[in-house]
């Protein structure tokens, strides 16, 4: 397969770990005989400092003739004051989404078991959480009619959402739900809110045509509490645009580290694959920044693509980066592993997944070959 691939590493530690989400991807190149062409753009504070815009016109054009956008972080400290919000570098990546209408974000959510007692809740608590939240992500509160009056002394923000919003990643959701374990949860808050009862009346209309799901509702407050008391027992989340971003966010944890998570934006002709870490602008340059939510990003782009023996070969060179205890200083504070080091491991083991491997750690720790 050929496909064209915007990378826009953005800010902080994201070029390093798109870094290494590229680095796997040759190596898929390699083993699988596909041909992906990269070609690198500015976003966030790089737009600001060169062009003076978070989102460049030449970076959006790129993304849109391009098959999927690799995405690395955006965000930038220096900007944290700036009160002119068009100059604010997570500007760029709102105005990304709403111009490529990529209007579902998708966060799976997973324990990995030789990482359960990484997790600040009690392993039995955390084992056999896999779960994925479908948050909508053009519309609602983040988007509807902002207004200020009274000289600044009062301000509203709108939360508007239509039919045709709720009902198309209503069906994303049922879908997935349709492949996992059948149960899909709305999570809203319809006992005070307008906008949440028509979320309900539009999904539980959708779900007749899904039979084999069950569906449930669930307040968003209870939501919350569920996440870190019973958080196995969801399998699909869908949720609105500000309660999607919060519960993901919660929900994080629970992996133990943030830096593994990945995500995916899809539109009808766009799409979009990041880690969902953030910046972290302190750990910059330092080769400390964990690699494998953007490597996992990458392994969702090839799923989109129907590459789903590619992107199980990335997911088995993670679990045994982790199992190997091959993980930067998030995972285990006392590993003598970096970035790079974490990439290569997960690189080589696609390049070798044919044969039979073992690893040596000496090597790795110089920053040699990983696979013997």
Partial sequence: MNLKIAVLPGDGIGPEVIQQAIRCLEAIEESFDHTFSYKEAAVGALGIETVNDPLPQKTLELCKN???????AIGNRQFDHN???RLRPEHGLLKLRKELDLFANIRPVKAYKPLYDRSPLKKHIVENTDFIIYREL???IYFGEKK????GRKASDVCEYSEKEISRIAHLAFKSARNRRKKLTLIDKANVLESSLLWRRVVSAIGESYPEVNLEFCYVDHAAMRLVLQPNSFDVILTDNMFGDILSDEASVISGTIGLLPSASIGAKNVLFEPIHGSFSTAKGKNIANPIAAILSAAMLLEHFSLFEEAMVIR????RALTKGIVTPDVNNKTKYGTSHVGDFIADFIVDHHDEVTMNDENIGLGRSTII
């Fill in 66 to 72: 391009s098959d999927a956008i690799l995405f690395g």
């Fill in 83 to 85: 009160l002119d919000t």
């Fill in 138 to 140: 053009t519309g609602g």
């Fill in 148 to 151: 200020t009056w009274d000289q």
């Fill in 316 to 319: 088995e060179g993670v679990d």
